[in-house]
């Protein structure tokens, strides 16, 4: 365990997760806090700070402190600022963004390496999200099963949640591209991964951007992708973040999965996300 000196950092649960404290992420902060975030983050894998007051150019200059900022392709609507993407829930939506297990845009050919989502707005109960610690996921796997995945891709496609035939804009306010022009991107990746900052490995598919293995039937890959994300969002390697106005969370994802629980039908939930490219 690192011994932090500029920062507070206090998990909340067994896996993964750390609440960040003594430190207001909208100010110029030195290299030396910044370099403190990022061991947290790599060793608590999600980190929270509660509290901050994050407008869309602070929040932009402090995400810039850990990489370029990613374009996201499927929310480019016209908007000026192609850099940040509001995800906005209203009463009436059926469906959230990122409402089942997945990492973010994995279908991309370099996955973003990192979100930072800042609450705007939030309920006064339910909208929480979870997250899954994913080197757990390829760690507790027998070395029979760790043998056959070595060596295996997975395609990744966002056919499920974006473009025209997908149904995702009747059912939420936070749209996404659905023009006749739109085109899946789709990129295949290890099913396990090595993350380039630890060197460890994680399990690397997920069920909303995973459409099947490499060199496999449908059928074929079918039972060994439902076994994984049976496996992937096991209760003990997971932890749960209750949201605040001014809470901010900030996820390593290259090696987690999150969930965002839609379970408040009659509020308002209103984040602000960048994210930063792999
Ligand atoms: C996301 O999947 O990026 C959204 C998470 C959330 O809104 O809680």
Redesign the pocket.
């Known amino acids: 365990m690192t011994e932090y000196r500029h920062i507070t950092v206090a998990p909340i649960a067994g896996a993964l997760g750390a609440e960040i404290g003594g430190v207001n992420i909208a100010e110029d902060l030195d290299d030396a806090v910044i370099g403190e975030i990022r061991q947290a983050l790599l060793e608590h894998l999600v980190i929270f700070f509660r509290d901050q007051d994050l407008p869309v150019d602070r929040h932009k200059a402090f995400s810039r402190r850990f990489g370029d900022l990613f374009i996201h392709p499927n929310y480019q609507l016209g908007q000026e600022d192609k850099e940040t993407v509001y995800?906005l829930r209203k009463p009436g939506d059926t469906m959230?963004?990122?409402e089942w297990w997945?990492a973010?845009t994995t279908m991309m050919e370099t996955r973003p390496m990192g979100?930072i989502?800042y609450a705007l707005e939030t309920p006064d109960y339910g909208?929480?999200?979870m997250f899954s610690n994913q080197y757990m996921a390829y760690e507790t796997l027998s070395d029979g099963f760790k043998a056959t995945l070595e060596g295996l891709k997975a395609v990744h496609s966002d056919i499920r949640v974006a473009g025209p035939q997908s149904d995702v804009n009747k059912k939420r306010s936070s749209k996404v591209r659905d023009d006749s022009n739109w085109q899946p991107t789709v990129h295949a990746h290890p099913v396990v991964a090595v993350h380039p900052e630890t060197g460890r490995k994680c399990l690397y598919v997920n069920s909303v951007y995973t459409v099947g293995l490499e060199g496999m039937t449908e059928a074929e890959s079918a039972p060994i992708l439902e076994y994984l994300y049976e496996h992937q969002s096991r209760p003990e390697f997971t932890c749960r973040f209750r949201?605040r106005k001014g809470s901010v969370?900030f996820w390593d994802n290259r090696c987690t999965v999150?969930?965002?629980?839609h379970d408040n039908f009659v509020s308002v939930?209103h984040?602000q996300?960048t994210q930063i490219a792999g």
Request: aromatic residues 10%.
């Open positions: 995800l959230a963004t990122g997945h973010d979100a989502l909208g929480d999200t949201w969370a999150h969930y965002a629980i939930r984040m996300r």
